[in-house]
């Protein structure tokens, strides 16, 4: 099992979401700031007089396990529906996971999904 975790631009949330649908089992979507190596936005001031660079960008997190068999599929859906061409695209992590347990039906590992 693996957990995939795609960090990406807020206005690709609903895309994502459609898209990983009846893909995978279940997702969490965690909003929130950033701060890589893209470009940040810039923003008028609150009396709209100057124009300031935010410090960070608005991000979203995608969270999921999936079975080995579906790990690229799910990754390559995340990438086409992320894609832009910016470098602020944002970036998918891949780590494995060794135990799940689904607390409500006690069931384990790969039928924990």
Request: charged share 25%; with cysteine; aromatic share 2%.
């Amino acid at each position: 099992m693996k957990k995939i975790e795609a960090t990406i631009q807020v206005n690709k949330i609903n895309s994502i979401s459609d898209a990983i649908t009846g893909v995978v089992g279940g997702f969490t979507i965690m909003e929130g700031n950033g701060r890589g190596s893209g470009k940040r936005q810039n923003i008028r001031s609150e009396r709209g007089t100057k124009i300031i660079t935010a410090e960070y960008n608005k991000v979203a997190v995608i969270s999921t396990i999936v079975d080995d068999s579906i790990v690229e599929k799910v990754c390559k859906i995340i990438e086409e529906e992320a894609y832009t061409g910016e470098n602020t695209d944002g970036i998918i992590i891949i780590s494995n996971v060794e135990n799940v347990l689904n607390i409500g039906t006690k069931k384990k590992d790969s039928e924990a999904l």
